[in-house]
């Protein structure tokens, strides 16, 4: 057939959406690795220790009180969701305000909070694209916004005899304050709203915060417990599967637009054949990643840390794409009571093989993944096999 069939046309249209996404995506993701590389080689692993827990600190703070935004702004109507990326936008700049009294007091608060603050209002403006089903423009301002950050720090740390972390951590933040600019034009005219009722908020922040601490909470508690060194191994293993697994977010976002239009029927979500097949590629190449770092001088915790969390590459991977279709089915209970539930099962896990640093965590990571993902399938799967 010359022609595609209607079933076909939005299924192609899905994938290529998806597949130029992950190109701007993970040119992005490539230039940050770069930069993950060069903090390394100019600063040690015991610097991007300190790095990697401001990182943890910025996704504890800032993807909790975004999320309600967030998940609104994909099914509510275009009067309220104008009104939210308003407040949405003010939330981000009080946060990169808060990180700048910081900077003379303490490095991880300082970064931690302009990072997430300036991340909200990112979001705050990239939010007309998302909700159209575009991730792909999305990833695009990402990537400009990454390789503007990277270039500026970059050429502090290998154009000054002496560099500190600070001082890169500085010029890496400048194009956030062109993102302010940006976020506020777009925003000017619109009065601000509330992303729904207090419960509902609750809800929403509730569920990303345990998510986040579910991510991010084992990397303070790792370093609590043993040293930046370790932690640097684990951050590592940590950003190149997180990193892999957002294609997975990418393909689930392809899907916004029919799913809100459906209520969040499975037949306009993401086919469950496709969502496996991207879990188990991106897993592949974790695994790859690990043989790669065991062949080679790396050290072996890095190495054997990277091989196990192959598993949970794919394992997020797939969860990415279900939470699309639980936003849209509204079913928010069932995710904060995942994501929290889960918080101390993982840390507990994290603080008992700690003995073992990365490779600890990742075990850790793996086992309660699984539990996450297996209540992601039953919820969707169980209200399917009902209706």
Known sequence: MSELSPPQAPARRNIVKTLVAVLWMYGGRGIGMLWTLALVARLGVGDYGFYGMAFALATVIGPPLDNPFNVRAVRESDEHFLAER?????????????????????????????????????????SQAARDGHPERTFRMDTIRQVGSIALASAYLFGTPHPTLLGATLLYCAPYLVIVVLAGIAVVGHRPGMPGPPRLIAALVGEMLGMCIYLQGDVLLLGFLTDSTTVGYYTLTVTVTVALAAVGQSYGMTFYEPLRRSGGDLSAGPPLRNTLLIGAGTGILVLLTGIGLLISPAPTELAVAMLIMAAFCMMRTISSILQVILYAQRRDLVRFGANVGLVPVKLGLVAALATAGAVGAAVATVLTDAILLGIYLTAIYRRKATT
Request: charged letters at 10%.
């Open 86 to 126: 308003t407040t949405r936008f003010v939330t981000g700049a009080a946060l990169m305000a808060a990180g700048v009294a910081l900077i003379e007091v303490n490095y991880i608060a300082f970064f931690g909070l302009f990072w997430a603050g300036g991340e909200i209002v990112f979001k705050s403006y990239q």
